[in-house]
């Protein structure tokens, strides 16, 4: 086992600073911050007990069933600066869970640690500047990011930076670019050996405003994979795309990107339709929702393959009840083909389902319960599972 510090010191990938769990929003290549309001320094202190199995259709040494109760605890803070020329925000999230009946081939505890931080800067009528940085060091795949595998491998870090710069040329007409470099890397070998990657994307946008609210984009992208132990699935692709960007109100707005990909590596040269799109909705501080898509080539799992399609959606709502009460749910889907290699082309469905209840006993102390499933279906057998994670927990804010 191993802690790749030299990836942690090679920034990687970009998101909203506001939110950890918006890593699948990225793909729509909005890098603007949650930069709403101001919100002061806020700490929180998290405590939560669960239960948590998975269950493999067909165990093997190296994917074996687990049934534990667990336990674990968190500090996180959030501060906001919406100043009108500089404004950024970060959020920090540190914490461990412990499983009581262990987890085979790893250790009984896991840690998680994740920053976000995002700046923009304006430095002049026409010209701005901002960067968007994410980092995090866990144990639960991501299937709306896609960076990760879906299976439970152990501890990975994972991250991005974005910097990008705009320029308005004119009152309708401005330009985009922007350099994102992201990454991940697993603490176990085996994993490691197959999966730890740097991914280097330089993209150049041309929009132009229709109106105040519509406008419509071109945009050119040119990525590089370069695994850490792998030459055979180094790959690049070549984006070419157009879109609109769509604000309905100001708190309902919509992003869409659409186009193809050419993607060539040491055993695919091939091109396909590429797509991402988002929406956003806010009421009023009461009701919130995030929708995603995105559809393409995919870095993750490749295995013995010759490459992997992808594609990957997901929606989040957050409702507030009452001023005490409020529930929240997500859920994830993804859809894959992976294809050439030695074996037979396989096709796999991943569903992530999610759902939270909340309540507020004190205006600084809150308990919530929450329920989360997870199914895998592959036409390799061996990678099939289903998984059920419930667990309860009290939040101090101050």
Request: charged fraction near 20%; avoid cysteine.
């Given at each position: 086992m191993r802690l790749p510090t030299s990836l942690f010191c090679a920034v990687v990938f970009g998101t909203s600073a506001l939110s950890a769990f918006s890593q699948g929003l990225t793909a729509v290549r909005d890098f603007s911050g949650d930069f709403?309001?101001?919100?002061?320094?806020?700490?929180?202190?998290?405590?939560?007990g669960g239960y948590d199995s998975l269950s493999y259709s067909v165990p093997s040494p190296l994917l074996q069933d687990f049934e534990s109760y667990y336990i674990q605890g968190g500090v996180g803070a959030t501060y906001t600066d919406a100043d009108q020329t500089t404004p950024w925000?970060?959020?920090?999230?540190?914490?461990?869970?412990?499983?009581?009946?262990?987890?085979?081939?790893?250790?009984?505890?896991?840690?998680?640690?994740?920053i976000a931080f995002s700046i923009a800067h304006q430095i002049s009528q026409r010209l701005k500047i901002s960067n968007n940085f994410y980092l995090s060091y866990e144990a639960e795949p991501n299937v709306a990011t896609g960076a990760s595998t879906t299976l439970y491998n152990g501890q990975y870090l994972y991250g991005f930076n974005n910097f990008n710069v705009s320029y308005a040329w004119s009152q309708r007409f401005s330009t985009t670019t922007s350099l994102t470099v992201d990454g991940i890397s697993y603490e176990d070998d085996v994993v490691g050996s197959l999966e730890d990657r740097l991914s280097y994307l330089i993209a150049q946008q041309f929009s132009y405003a229709l109106t105040k609210r519509t406008s419509l984009t071109a945009e050119y992208r040119y990525r590089i994979t370069d695994y850490r132990d792998r030459d055979d699935v180094d790959a690049t692709s070549h984006f070419v795309l157009a879109g609109v960007d769509q604000a309905w109100s100001e708190r309902f707005t919509g992003s869409f990107r659409a186009g193809a990909e050419f993607f060539k590596s040491d055993r695919s040269n091939s091109a396909a339709p590429y797509a991402e799109m988002a929406l956003s909705y806010l009421v009023a501080r009461k009701t919130s929702a995030r929708w995603f898509g995105s559809v393409g080539y995919d870095a993750a799992?490749?295995?013995?393959?010759?490459?992997?399609?992808?594609?990957?959606?997901?929606?989040?709502?957050?409702?507030?009840?009452?001023?005490?009460?409020?529930?929240?749910?997500?859920?994830?889907?993804?859809?894959?083909?992976?294809?050439?290699?030695?074996?037979?082309d396989v096709e796999e469905h991943t569903l992530l389902l999610s759902t939270g209840l909340s309540y507020q006993v004190l205006e600084n102390l809150s308990l919530d319960a929450r329920y989360s499933y997870s199914v895998l279906q592959s036409g390799d057998a061996l990678r099939e599972f289903n998984r059920h994670n419930v667990s309860v927990g009290v939040t101090a804010s101050f």
């Open positions: 709403g309001e101001d919100q002061p320094l806020t700490w929180s202190l998290t405590t939560r925000s970060i959020d920090l999230d540190l914490g461990s869970i412990h499983y009581l009946d262990g987890i085979p081939r790893y250790d009984d505890t896991f840690y998680n640690a994740r799992e490749l295995g013995g393959f010759d490459n992997r399609y992808a594609l990957r959606t997901g929606i989040n709502v957050n409702h507030q009840i009452s001023k005490r009460v409020g529930i929240n749910a997500g859920t994830s889907y993804a859809y894959s083909t992976f294809d050439g290699g030695l074996g037979a």
